[in-house]
């Protein structure tokens, strides 16, 4: 689950990570209400959207609208803040379709002596969490990645334990970070492990991460994703939750105990198991044809959650055919033929359907079928099924 970076912000000011004050605002007045309230001067009106890259995007239909803006005074907030609402902003991780800004936030000014780069991520290779520290920061994180790799300095730590002292120190060394910022850091450092840890997060991201002309290292953004697995441990974390800006389709999966993303292709894909699932878009592609979804109905799937599956598949416009693929181990392939059929007489096919069965009762499921009057194409195995799948789509 994803969060904006105000609702991050106020989450770090409660686990002692410093941040700047800073308001949000739905229109332009309540914005320069709030450029007031803290005090004028330099300000920072910010668009507030679930997608990295706001500082260099720009909105839609006025390409020098830029999604970040340095404000000096209340009209230059208000304008900022009416170029922004309501409109769509184009980043580089939102595709050219762009995201709808609701709401943005207003942040106070600060003396800025250096930009770095600082996230957190689970490292799988080594089951800890790792931190990431750059000084590039303020720039994409990939890019630095790609071309500069050896400038992002990696620290793994024991969520038990969390990042020890040595490991700042070093951090600092690399980072060229001494005197006072050293010690900023010994204290910032570890805080923002203890959140990550603390919150199941998945990634918490900074960029950039500042060192101010005084010494102090102050987190000047915030991307953060929780582990939807462990939010039955945060319950207050879901009402943190902005379903405008989920996608319509993969909130009404989640609603269904469905695991489904929606992609850009014209094949739906049902399938039980997310390895299968992963197998059945790899195969796909490989006969030439592009999967419209991820979608995991998972190991106990029933009529209700089949028949719900097709009503999300079938209500994407690009979705011109379907390929359910089960291996029947908890969920009997006679369970799932039922829901097949009972979703055909519910939602109604109307584009190609190719069904490969295999499992547990796996002959009496396929008679099922054939017996039914459902209008499918049968498939032996998952390299017959994606071969008749991508057919029947063109």
Do not use: W
Not at 159 to 185: D, H, M, N, T, Y
Not at 243 to 256: D, G, K, M
Not at 265 to 286: E, F, H, P, Q, R
Not at 306 to 333: M, Q, W
């Amino acid at each position: 689950m994803k969060i904006h970076e105000y609702q991050g912000k106020e989450l770090f000011r409660q686990a002692g990570v410093p941040v700047l004050e800073g308001i949000v605002a739905t229109t332009a007045d309540d914005a320069v209400a709030a450029y007031k309230k803290l005090g004028g001067g330099i300000a920072v009106v910010k668009s507030q959207i679930h997608a990295g890259g706001r500082g260099k995007g720009t909105v839609l239909d006025n390409p020098t609208q830029k999604g970040v803006v340095v404000c000096k005074s209340a009209d230059e907030v208000k304008a900022a803040a009416a170029g922004l609402l309501g409109k769509t902003l184009v980043t580089i991780q939102t595709g050219p379709e762009g995201k709808t800004v609701n709401q943005v936030y207003v942040e106070a000014g600060c003396d800025i002596a250096r930009e770095l780069y600082l996230g957190i991520v689970l490292d799988r290779a080594s089951s800890r969490p790792v931190l990431m520290a750059s000084t590039e920061g303020g720039v994409e994180i990939e890019k630095v990645a790609e071309e500069t790799p050896e400038l992002i300095f990696k620290e793994h730590f024991d969520p038990a334990i969390g990042l020890e002292g040595f490991q700042v120190r070093k951090l600092c060394k690399k980072l060229g970070i001494s005197g006072a910022a050293a010690k900023a850091a010994a204290r910032f450092m570890p805080a923002i492990c203890r959140f990550f840890v603390d919150y199941d997060c998945s990634l918490t991201e900074i960029n950039p991460l500042v060192i101010t002309g005084d010494d102090q290292m102050i987190a000047l953004d915030s991307k953060v994703t929780f582990d939807g697995n462990a939010l039955f441990r945060h319950k207050n974390l879901l009402e943190l939750r902005d379903l405008s800006e989920e996608e319509p389709s993969e909130v009404r999966a989640s609603e269904s105990g469905l695991s489904y993303v929606k992609l850009e292709g014209n094949i739906g894909c049902l399938v039980n198991g997310a390895g299968l699932a992963m197998s059945t878009m790899d195969i796909i592609k490989y006969h030439g044809g592009q999967p419209a979804n991820f979608l995991d109905v998972g190991g106990g799937a029933n009529a209700t959650q089949v028949t719900e599956a097709f009503r999300i598949l079938l209500s994407d416009p690009n979705c011109k055919g379907v390929l359910v693929n089960i291996f029947g181990g908890i969920a009997r392939c006679t369970t799932i033929a039922a829901a097949l059929i009972e979703a055909s007489q519910t939602v109604g096919f109307t584009v190609p359907l190719v069904v490969r069965l295999e499992g547990t009762e796996v002959e009496e499921g396929r008679k099922m079928l054939a017996d039914s009057d459902v209008d499918i194409i049968s498939a032996t195995d998952i390299t017959d099924a994606a071969k008749k799948i991508v057919a029947a789509v063109g």
